[in-house]
């Protein structure tokens, strides 16, 4: 299965407490702080749920 890399480019301060859960959910801490994660349509429904605040790559 693929990966796909997945950033925080942006602060969470300012987002909803259901956005901060799942930016926490994907694994991200701090700011530029990267995660390799399997390429799911989970993933990707959390990922489209913060996109603002992410920035998504793919692994090869």
């Known amino acids: 299965m693929a990966k796909i890399k997945i950033t ?3 602060s969470p ?3 909803t407490p259901s956005q901060r859960k799942v930016v926490a959910a ?3 801490r701090k ?3 990267s995660v390799e ?3 799911t349509p ?3 429904g959390a ?3 913060v996109t ?3 920035t998504v790559s793919a692994v090869e």
């Open 37 to 39: 994660l399997e390429d």
């Open 8 to 10: 925080l480019t942006k």
């Open 47 to 49: 990922v489209k749920k």
């Open 13 to 15: 301060i300012g987002a």
């Open 42 to 44: 989970q993933t990707r």
């Open 31 to 33: 700011m530029h702080h």
């Open 52 to 54: 603002h605040l992410v």
């Open 26 to 28: 994907l694994g991200l």
